[in-house]
């Protein structure tokens, strides 16, 4: 497992491009929403002497101004975007399930589909573990789009039932129902804690067996997807001690870069090095994303009961990678 | 039957006589503070277990009026939670609440019934039953669901001037808190808890049913009251404690007193965690801090004390002193919804288990609650018609209290269910906007006119109102007197009507006195319309002096056609105009190039106003109200224009940091892919 670890990290060192070409994505896709908050805040302040403030730094008063009409984009522009809030508050959103601005829903959508778009590619690349060039790299991309978004179809139903029927009935039901008659602050946040925990963990089961199944889908150039589900779920049987902890440090290095970055979030008064710094948050959030998908792939592959034992292929695209797999 | 009913009146009027001699007294009555109309005496059981209270009193009414009384009005709020048909919860549901406080279970709905009401003789026994004339009334919605008031006949009339003494009894659910009265667990807060008289005024008895959105009117008395509950559990109340029993039973009899206080209210917990400490001021009286703290804010008592001081201190000097010896302050449990309210010589101030230094919690509703033993406590106007006066009033003494004494004061986000804080050190609580709730203000400022009954007005915004608006219309005028005329202003009105139900008309009449300034157009604006203030700088443009057209060279000359322009000489043209339909005097603040500053005074009346000058330099901005004195005003951005617009790089700086949230944001979701 901890070999699985380093060979990921190897693996995502060695995809430099990618995880440059995955951060520039999710900038890309943010620009769109953010040349129409950026008119939406412009036209608010106009020729007002409050944009000197503002520029400067938190005019509060006028930001409360802009909030009271913002509609759409504008209404995300809150507080909680400053720093480390901007990761405490989205975090939070999925932890407490507060919906999104319809604004902002379609482009969520819109990276989602992007990332499933891009997860062949990804895995193909990281499965491959060499350079195979912007055309073969897209090529895959598009040769197994349409089986993960089959697959997209399944993983969406789950989670959809996770959030519409397991979350409410965590925190709206059986929370309520526990702390009903607390009176201690620190006991409802402990159930509370628990129950996230639960609920975390439920969902990163089921993001343990997709990832599985795509990995397995990609690196065995399967074309069922309900067969790559089974044998994903067969593999995490077959080796559930060494899937979870393999997840847990990939999610302990998430969390570094998290703890990193609450300590060196700049604040509000200097806008470059906030962005500046968020950007390497990002690329490190990108690569830990690419770690998770690197190690995975690379236990998978490690545990392939065939390999070493045959002759080593000319890797030629689009030969399944599980070929290349084999042959080290 | 004639003669019958004759004898039966005669009784009656004997033992009304009787009883109308003054009651045995409790203590030696001393010369008081307040004039001491409605007098209780209680003793009342906690059945902690079962949630109930019974109890009994003897009660010493004083007709203060100038009509005899010949009825009695008697408050049972916790009627109010009887059932959903209730003017409370009705009132709630047209605010828009729904949920957990509409669903509840049986056991958390709460009751209050009379079992006895009757005349009393002067050892305190039941006299002449009075509970067959006993009735609910409604006279202010008609809601006949509703059972927060009633009233019951007297068999003679009450002569101004003349007492009578009222023995009740009446057994009570406690419910699961409903607007910070109840329990939760093993924590109980128990207010407007006993049957309580209304105010007998010059036109007759002023009593209302129990609104969602607005509190108390009562008049100043004498309290003793014995409590029991279960032995060894912690006991805070009005007044100080003068004795503490045990029974043989497992119950503990707690006796508290307090004279010229208008309620009283109490609570008990064995959880309570205890700590004293002491106020003292060179110029004010001590007074002794007593804090019920929850212990998981163990850590926090210091907060509590140092706000709590700080209000006796900041309300004491600029208005006028606390006079009794001590304050008790509540800490209430979590999910008790008590976080803060006022009642006499004691009040509730809620915390949270993570609670950042330099943010405002403890700070700010400990300070609010504290500044109502003035704004309330001694200064009651009718909480139910002019709830402005006090939560008003004391919000924004509040706010000043805490601009000088709790600064910075960082704004912060809460996260997780709220329960994990994150403080914004980039965000300062300004006391102008923030905490005078100019925010909350804004969408409501037209959704009703303060002058309307507090009770009337619209559920889902009265705050806004009562507290935002008045506490922003009172910063407005400390900005346009200047505090060092106001403050003698606010402490002649505490002075003058401390003990007292003042009504809006004593406060203006006593502004325009003090001032020396005929305020009523500004209390017109402020106080009865709901119009909103909104001035904006239209136009701001500067061009060389030029002219163009036929001019006469000399007087008796003929026309001739020029085009003349001036390089040197600048034409600068600002139009300034009021966008809100109310009106208040501001200033125009013109600044040229050359760093000249030009400084209008615009009365605010017309719809728009230019000013033009000529002047060796361009203009580079104007300001409506530069020195922000009008904080009504609900659109400030509008009220400049620079020729130097900064819209642009304030944008591209905040865009940026936005773009960084959303691109986490995006990751979050695309990590499940």
């Not at chain 1, 990108?286 to 995975?296: D, G, I, M």
């Not at chain 2, 917990?269 to 003292?280: K, V």
Request: glycine share 6%; charged share 20%; with cysteine.
């Amino acid at each position: 497992m901890i070999a699985a670890f380093r060979d990921g990290l190897g693996r995502v060192r060695r995809a430099t491009w990618l995880v440059v070409g995955l951060w520039l994505s999710t900038l890309l896709m943010a620009v769109p929403p953010a040349l129409v908050l950026h008119g939406m805040i412009a036209d608010h302040l106009g020729a007002s002497l409050m944009a000197d403030a503002a520029a400067r730094g938190v005019n509060f008063d006028w930001w409360n101004e802009f909030l009271v009409q913002a509609a759409g984009v504008g209404q995300t522009f809150v507080p909680a975007i400053i720093g480390f809030a901007a990761v405490l508050d989205n975090a939070s959103r999925i932890a407490d399930q507060r919906a999104l601005v319809p604004a902002l829903a379609g482009i969520v959508g819109g990276q989602i589909l992007l990332s499933v778009f891009l997860a062949g590619g990804v895995l193909d690349r990281l499965a491959r573990d060499r350079r195979v060039g912007a055309h073969a790299f897209f090529s895959a991309c598009g040769l197994w789009f349409f089986r993960f978004l089959r697959l997209g179809v399944v993983a969406g139903a789950i989670y959809w039932a996770l959030f519409a029927w397991l979350h409410p009935w965590l925190f709206d039901t059986l929370y309520a129902r526990w702390t009903h008659d607390t009176t201690v602050e620190r006991t409802a946040f402990l159930v509370r804690l628990g129950l996230y925990a639960a609920f975390i963990a439920i969902l990163c089961t089921v993001n343990l067996v997709f990832d599985y199944a795509k990995i397995r889908a990609v690196v065995e150039d399967r074309r069922s997807m309900i067969g790559a589900l089974r044998a994903s779920v067969r593999f995490v049987v077959r080796h559930p001690a060494k899937a979870l902890a393999l997840y847990l440090l990939n999610m302990l290095a998430y969390l570094l870069v998290v703890g990193v970055y609450a300590l060196a979030a700049p604040g509000a008064s200097a806008p470059l090095a906030a962005f500046a710094v968020g950007q390497v948050y990002i690329v490190l959030r990108v690569a830990v994303r690419l770690q998770f998908a690197a190690s995975q792939t690379a236990l998978f592959q490690g545990k392939l009961a065939h390999a070493g034992y045959v002759a080593r292929p000319v890797p030629t695209w689009p030969d399944s990678p599980a070929a290349e797999a084999v042959a080290r | 039957m004639r003669l019958r009913r004759q004898v039966w009146l005669i009784a009656a009027a004997m033992m009304f006589l009787a009883g109308a001699r003054p009651p045995a007294p409790l203590r030696a009555q001393e010369p008081g503070l307040a004039s001491r109309t409605a007098s209780y005496r209680i003793d009342a059981t906690l059945d902690a277990a079962a949630r109930t209270i019974t109890g009994t009193a003897v009660i010493t009414w004083r007709n203060p009026g100038a009509m005899p009384a010949y009825s009695l009005r008697l408050h049972l709020y916790w009627n109010a939670w009887r059932n959903t048909d209730s003017t409370w919860l009705s009132q709630r549901k047209l605010g828009g609440i729904t949920g957990s406080m509409l669903d509840r279970r049986e056991e958390d709905f709460g009751w209050q019934q009379l079992t006895e009401l009757a005349l009393a003789n002067p050892d305190g026994s039941p006299g002449l039953d009075l509970m067959p004339t006993f009735r609910y009334i409604q006279p202010d919605d008609q809601n006949a669901a509703d059972r927060s008031l009633a009233a019951a006949d007297l068999p003679m009339a009450v002569a101004p001037g003349q007492s009578v003494q009222l023995r009740v009894a009446w057994k009570a659910q406690v419910p699961r808190t409903f607007s910070r009265t109840g329990a939760i667990g093993n924590y109980f807060f128990i207010a407007h808890w006993f049957p309580k008289l209304g105010v007998f005024e010059a036109d007759g008895w002023n009593a209302r049913q129990f609104f969602a959105n607005t509190e108390f009117y009562a008049d100043f008395g004498s309290y003793d009251v014995q409590l029991r509950v279960p032995r060894g559990w912690v006991v805070g109340a009005t007044g100080r404690e003068v004795s503490r029993t045990d029974t043989n039973g497992d119950l503990t009899i707690h006796r508290y007193a307090q004279d010229d206080v208008h309620d009283f209210a109490w609570t008990t917990s064995p959880d309570y965690e205890e700590y004293t400490e002491r106020f003292e001021h060179e110029r004010l009286p001590a007074v002794t801090m007593r804090l019920l703290l929850q212990p998981e804010h163990r850590g926090q008592q210091d907060r509590h004390f140092a706000a709590t001081a700080a209000a006796l201190k900041y309300y004491g000097e600029w208005y006028g002193p606390y006079p009794y010896p001590q304050i008790t302050i509540v800490d209430p449990a979590w999910q008790s919804g008590a976080g803060g309210m006022e009642y006499p010589t004691l009040f509730t101030a809620g915390s949270r288990w993570l609670a950042p230094r330099l943010s405002n919690q403890p700070e700010s509703v400990t300070v609010h609650e504290a500044g109502h033993q003035f704004w309330y406590g001694m200064v009651a106007n009718n909480e139910v018609t002019s709830a402005w006066m006090d939560e008003g009033f004391n919000t924004f003494s509040e706010e000043r209290v805490q601009s000088v004494a709790f600064q910075p004061n960082y704004h912060v986000e809460r996260f997780f269910g709220g329960f994990i804080p994150w403080q914004l050190r980039d965000i300062k609580r300004s006391r102008a906007t923030d905490g005078n709730g100019l925010n909350g203000y804004r969408p409501s400022a037209e959704r009703d006119v303060p002058a309307t009954p507090s009770y009337r007005y619209w559920p889902g915004t009265h705050a806004d109102i009562t507290y935002s608006k008045t506490a922003l219309w009172l910063h407005t005028l400390e900005r346009h007197l200047g505090w060092d005329r106001l403050q003698p202003v606010m402490a002649a009105y505490f002075e003058r009507f401390r003990f007292t139900h003042p009504v809006p008309d004593d406060f203006f009449a006593i502004v325009n006195e003090k001032s020396g300034q005929d305020l009523t157009w500004f209390f017109d604006q402020v106080h009865r319309s709901s119009n909103e203030f909104d001035y904006a700088a239209e136009r701001l443009e500067s061009v060389p002096v030029a002219t163009r057209g036929f001019v006469e060279s000399a007087p008796g000359a003929p026309l001739a056609f020029e085009a003349q322009e001036n390089a040197t000489l600048f034409r600068t043209t600002v139009v300034v105009r009021r966008l809100g339909e109310a009106t208040f005097p501001v200033d125009v603040l013109v600044t040229f190039e050359n760093g000249d500053q030009v400084r209008e005074t615009w009365d605010g009346q017309a719809r728009w106003q230019p000013f033009l000058y000529e002047k060796p330099a361009k203009a580079v901005s104007v300001q409506v109200d530069p020195d922000r004195v009008l904080l009504l005003d609900v659109h400030y951005t509008n009220n400049s224009i620079t020729m130097k617009p900064q819209a642009e790089r304030a944008a591209d700086t905040w865009t940026l940091q936005w773009i960084v949230w959303l691109q986490d944001l995006m990751m979050n979701y695309a990590f499940f892919v």
